[in-house]
């Protein structure tokens, strides 16, 4: 059975947006990449590793768009957060796009993600 790959990514948004660790590192690839809005890298280590720091109280991804090729998937769509990371507030809208694989024997994986920043006077 193919799971449906914006299921899976509304999945992975809600750990987020729980901070439920355990439920992303089960969704990240080993080898999973982050590249950030500013160009910054994080690995899968970092990436869970942020939530030390960071509690979401906004998460959400909308205009989304998924095309399927065999075993990975790629998921374009626009996020918008609101968080708390260091102490400091932020608000952002962001362009995202996630790649998924389908790893055999484990699953389907989230093995990257890529953020752009967006004016939200562009929606």
Not at 92 to 97: D, E, H, N
């Amino acid at each position: 059975m193919t799971p449906d790959i914006r299921a899976l990514h509304q999945d992975f948004v809600e750990a987020e947006l729980r901070a439920d660790t355990t439920r992303l590192d089960d969704l990240l690839a080993v080898d999973f990449a982050s590249i950030g809005e500013r160009g910054y890298v994080l690995d899968k280590r970092q990436w869970i590793g942020k939530f030390s720091d960071l509690s979401y109280t906004v998460l959400e991804v909308s205009d989304v768009d998924v095309r399927r090729y065999g075993s990975t998937a790629i998921l374009r769509g626009v996020q918008r957060s609101s968080s708390v990371w260091g102490g400091t507030s932020m608000t952002l809208v962001t362009r995202v796009g996630a790649v998924w694989v389908e790893v055999p024997g484990v699953g389907w994986r989230l093995v990257a993600l890529q953020f752009s920043s967006l004016d939200p006077a562009l929606l």
